[in-house]
């Protein structure tokens, strides 16, 4: 490796799967049931168990699981959908692949989340739906969101594709509200290798999943089926299911090291970390993110690529979570430019994202704040 650093290579984000799971993915493998079946059942009801009893259907990806609470909340064409332009560009992608459009509305620069009072004044005669993302695992203010989406009869389909273990005075995301949906692609806290689950409401939403998830189908008696929709092929298999509760088991844990780590580098950096360098740390929030990743917005005085490429000298890898959805190619195609939102365009271009994983360690964090801070000076 071209590296002056002897040290290894550091990610800035790798899942871990214990031998326990990985056995258990054995017996599935042998067993011989390998797509959607028993293990995707226990994975289900144990999800539900610890979203309070609401009723909760898997996926084969976070991506698939917004479309399809999209698509039992009735969003389609001609309806307008706000979101934040600082998010993994699934969360506008699913508006335009059911037929809506989406709209999007400044995010607040502390938070880095979507900014309640710009989404409230985004909204038209035609909103029907808003999708608010939990950006590193910080959720919004719950109570406001709720209030806004109450007073203009809106849907809410929650992108918590981040915040699988984070909580809203001490509530947990996804025990309450509207639609859920969690992600658990290999990078984030929980993982089932690619998948997803939504939180919803009652069992006719839940029955509405399942045939949004396979085809349309619905079965009865011992050859009985129908196809009164159309679905597609969105089903988790029982294999990634049997990751995800290996997984599942150690989410306490998963959080409360992540904090632990989060609260390292806070005290690494120090009180005048700001001030020294113009760079911008996160919401110190010990209690209710999960700290799916720990971000730093950089000053202007260095460029993104710059900073990325010091790191890899030193042998860190840095991620950037997101460059504003609303510049992507795509989206300039339906009239979104720059100055639309000159906190998202800023701060996404600035944002980085640094080691933050299960198996991250306090010397991990100590060499990541050492590079910032010989970087930065
Ligand atoms: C990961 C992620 C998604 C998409 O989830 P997939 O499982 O990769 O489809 C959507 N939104 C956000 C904010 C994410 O982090």
Request: charged share 20%; net charge neutral.
């Amino acid at each position: 490796m071209n590296s002056k650093s002897s040290l290894p290579f550091l990610p800035f984000s790798r899942p871990t799967i214990d031998e326990a799971t990985i056995a258990a993915v054995g017996e599935v493998l042998r067993f011989g049931w390998i797509t959607s079946g028993p293990k995707v059942q226990a994975f289900e009801a144990m999800l539900s168990e610890y979203f309070g009893g609401r009723p909760v259907r898997t996926f084969n990806s976070g991506t698939c699981t917004m479309e399809i609470a999209l698509r039992i909340a009735g969003i389609g064409p001609g309806d307008e959908v706000i979101t934040t332009p600082i998010s993994w560009v699934a969360t506008a992608n699913v508006i335009i692949e059911v037929g809506a459009t989406p709209v999007f509305a400044d995010i607040d620069p502390v938070t880095r989340n979507i900014d309640l009072d710009k989404l409230e004044a985004a909204i038209t005669s035609r909103t029907r739906a808003i999708i608010p993302v939990y950006l590193a695992g910080l959720p919004v203010d719950m109570d406001r969101l709720y209030a806004i989406a109450h007073r203009h009869k809106l849907r809410v389909v929650e992108d918590a594709a981040q915040a699988i273990g984070s909580t809203w005075k001490g509530r947990r995301i996804g025990s309450f509200g509207d639609f859920v949906s969690f992600s658990f692609q290999a990078n984030k806290n929980i993982t089932t290798s690619e998948g997803g689950c939504l939180v919803m409401t009652d069992a006719d939403e839940a029955r509405l999943a399942e045939k949004y998830r396979l085809q349309g189908v619905t079965r009865s008696g011992f050859d009985g089926i129908d196809v009164d929709v159309l679905g597609g092929k969105f089903n988790m298999t029982d294999i990634a299911a049997t990751i995800g509760l290996g997984q599942f088991g150690k989410l306490d844990e998963i959080t409360a090291h992540r904090r632990a780590m989060a609260r390292r580098y806070f005290e690494l950096f120090g009180a005048d970390f700001e001030s020294r360098t113009g760079a911008q740390l996160p919401v110190a929030d010990f209690e209710q993110s999960n700290w799916h990743m720990f971000q730093l917005v950089l000053p202007q005085r260095i460029t993104r690529a710059a900073f990325m490429e010091k790191m890899m000298e030193r042998n860190i890898g840095v991620g950037y979570h997101y460059p504003p959805i609303h510049l992507f190619s795509l989206y300039r195609a339906r009239g979104f430019h720059e100055t639309m939102f000159p906190v998202a365009e800023r701060v996404g271009r600035q944002i980085v994202s640094l080691p933050m994983f299960n198996a991250l360690l306090p010397g991990d964090v100590e060499r990541t704040v050492d590079a910032v801070e010989s970087i930065l000076r």
